[in-house]
């Protein structure tokens, strides 16, 4: 095996193709049309691309693909505030992911262990100035999260996991809607249930209609569809304004957008928007103007979309993105944690640095449990 490094997605040779043609089977966020999306639209002037690579020494095909900003402080890290500079590294994702890994080639347990090493030597060999490693929201229960902690454990790295965001998610076993509506529990149906009321009530008076939107061809309708809602919507202007649009760009023409329109009297009142890859699907973004909360016509462009990515689609599982939102035990019932993974190399100032304010964000964490702890213990008067 041997390690290669480069700097944008366009050095990248052709024989990588079908080891990206992988990754659209395993998760929108391992996908080159989004790592392109988030460089082309969330990168600053001062932001550095970095790929590294370990392929086989006989045909110099990829087995394991690390993809990641310099420097480490992305909007959102919990690591944002630190002030980390050039030779520091973090995944790349942003405000809208839910998952990351290394990418890989179907290995064995014994060739990802090797890929693992040479990756962490090449990194720690080649790019002498790297003293910190932040891969956030990563599987804790994954091959490959382990097998990374030790090999930068063995290249003198220090290693620190931690919990950084719960992700909702429902793995399907109904063949039908039908039978995904019979799933849930009381509380949930009773609201499904209205929702759907309420779909019937307006669509026979003609007041509402609902569409799904897939391809190319609908670009400029969903586009200003988009652009009219999320700017009448209650939510605040994104950090990176042109990273959506751009996502929903690239995902038209790789074929897996879809994307629902609901219309109120012949307006855009409510939009979800929706990945499939695989048999798997995201849901990116719900959005509705403000006007028309009371008709319910977000949970009307959730509950259509579901319904489509059941019966048309045959998804196998969806997620609901990452943070605890109470809305999203109506639609979905399950909670795993993505956790981050952080390399440390305590060689010269920097790591040094780093190392002493790690330690006190551990204390300041701990400190905080044991204050919460004594709360509650404290009898009430």
């Not at 026979?204 to 988009?226: C, F, H």
């Not at 319910?296 to 319904?307: C, D, K, N, R």
């Not at 109506?330 to 790690?358: A, C, D, H, S, Y």
Request: some cysteine; proline content about 3%; charged content about 25%.
């Amino acid at each position: 095996m041997k390690f290669v490094s480069y700097t944008h997605f366009t050095e990248l040779p052709p024989r990588y193709d079908s080891f990206f043609e992988r990754q659209k089977q395993i998760s929108l966020y391992l996908t080159r049309y989004w790592f392109e999306n988030l460089l082309n639209t969330s990168f600053a002037t001062t932001d550095q691309c970095r790929i590294f690579v370990v392929e086989d020494d006989e045909n110099c095909q990829a087995l394991l693909m690390l993809v990641a900003r310099e420097p480490a402080s992305q909007n959102g890290s919990v690591y944002a505030q630190w002030n980390l500079k050039e030779g520091s590294l973090a995944s790349l994702t942003n405000f809208q992911s839910s998952y990351y890994a290394p990418l890989t080639a179907d290995l064995s347990e014994a060739d990802l262990v090797a890929a693992s090493r040479c990756l962490a030597h090449g990194i720690a060999v080649e790019f002498k100035s790297c003293y910190f490693i932040d891969l956030n929201l990563m599987d804790p229960q994954s091959r490959i999260y382990e097998s990374l902690a030790v090999a930068f454990e063995t290249e003198g790295f220090r290693t620190h996991r931690y919990f950084y965001k719960g992700n909702w998610f429902e793995n399907l076993n109904a063949l039908t809607f039908a039978d995904y509506l019979s799933s849930r529990d009381k509380s949930s149906q009773k609201a499904l249930k209205n929702f759907q009321r309420k779909l019937r009530k307006f669509t026979k008076e003609d007041r509402m209609s609902v569409k799904i939107m897939t391809g190319e061809n609908d670009l400029p309708q969903i586009l200003d569809a988009y652009r009219v809602i999320y700017d009448l919507s209650w939510k605040e202007s994104d950090f990176y304004p042109k990273f959506a649009e751009g996502l929903l760009v690239a995902c038209a023409y790789q074929k897996s957008l879809r994307f629902c329109l609901v219309n109120v009297d012949g307006k855009p009142a409510a939009l979800e928007f929706a990945v499939v890859c695989g048999s798997r699907a995201i849901m990116i973004r719900t959005a509705y103007v403000g006007d028309f909360q009371k008709l319910s016509v977000g949970s009307i462009a959730i509950l259509t979309m579901i319904e489509h990515l059941i019966n048309v689609d045959h998804v196998r599982s969806i997620d609901f993105g990452v943070d605890d939102d109470a809305y999203k035990e109506i639609w979905v019932q399950n909670r795993r944690e993505r956790w981050g993974l952080t390399f440390i190399r305590p060689e010269g100032l920097k790591g040094r640095i780093v190392m002493l304010k790690l330690g006190f964000r551990k204390l300041d964490h701990w400190m905080r449990n044991i204050v919460k702890s004594f709360v509650r213990r404290k009898p009430s008067n």
